[in-house]
């Protein structure tokens, strides 16, 4: 009943896909940036991507839970000022504050878990099961499949093409990954 | 209420917030013990709020329990409308 009330299903969802974009393109830009700079020590890779999963994901949590918050607030006194009632208590103040919670755990939860699933390889090459190359290519072969994956959701969710919503994440991908290297070498 | 005397039937004028569906909270009320049926009408929809008509029948209605199921519901009673009340049969 929480989840109608405070209509939660559908701003999960534009977080969660909002937010694992954010996500996957950090990790591309990590993943770019450690390739154009030489870097041969896969734990320095590890610990960044990581760090930085861990700083979108934090970052996810706090930013969703105060904005939530301040709007939820606000929708609760407007309606408490349409009623000339207090709210404290009811199910509909529960359920904003169910939804505040929500939304920022899936804000915080999903950067970080498409992050860490895409630098998940090269844990292969930290235990030399893998070279750090083709690691590197593994986790950004990785990150721009879930990209596409993301996108067939959306596309799923707009009722939609689902190719098309695939493959316009899978080139923003791409495009991040090649852009980085022209950055990379200024 | 005086000894012997039972609720039968209460109509109660209230504004809620469109986000409460009216089936949730009419079933929320007929769950109550001494309830045996209860419809709700929409009178008039405005921006945030509707509202609504309450009407609810029943073998011995305790009202107090009412309004606190329908103030869990966020919704706020501005009036009771209609009231109806029995004599309790007595059995020797």
């Not at chain 2, 039968?8 to 009216?22: C, F, M, Q, R």
Request: glycine share 8%; net charge negative.
């Amino acid at each position: 009943m929480y989840t109608e009330i405070s209509r939660i299903g559908e701003i999960s969802r534009r977080y969660f896909v909002m937010n694992a974009f954010d996500g996957l393109l950090t990790i591309i830009g990590v993943i770019m940036g450690s390739f154009i700079s030489g870097v041969d020590d896969v734990k320095i890779i590890i610990g960044t991507g990581v760090a930085a999963s861990w700083a979108m994901g934090v970052s996810g949590f706090i930013g969703a839970l105060i904005t939530e918050q301040a709007e939820r607030e606000r929708k609760v006194k407007d309606i408490e000022k349409a009623i000339l009632t207090e709210l404290d208590g009811s199910i509909l103040e529960k359920a904003e504050k169910f939804a505040v919670i929500v939304a920022a755990l899936i804000d915080g939860l999903s950067p970080l878990l498409v992050s860490v699933i895409s630098i998940s390889p090269l844990f292969l090459s930290l235990y030399s099961l893998l070279s750090l190359y083709y690691s590197l290519a593994l986790s950004l072969f990785l990150a721009i499949f879930l990209l596409f994956i993301i996108g067939l959701y959306l596309g799923k969710t707009a009722g939609g093409n689902l190719i098309y919503y695939g493959l316009i994440m899978t080139t923003s991908g791409i495009l991040v990954a090649i852009t980085s290297l022209f950055i990379g070498k200024v | 209420m005086a000894q012997g005397v039972s609720l039968k039937k209460v109509v109660i004028d209230a504004l809620k917030p469109h986000e409460i569906d009216i089936l949730d909270l009419s079933k929320a009320i007929c769950l109550h013990n001494g309830i045996n049926s209860v419809s709700i009408s929409v009178i008039e929809m405005d921006v945030k709020t509707e509202t609504i008509k309450i009407t609810v029948t029943g073998d011995d209605i305790d009202l107090n329990e009412i309004k606190k199921i329908v103030e869990r519901y966020s919704t706020a009673i501005r009036s009771i409308d209609e009231i109806s009340v029995a004599k309790q049969n007595h059995r020797h």
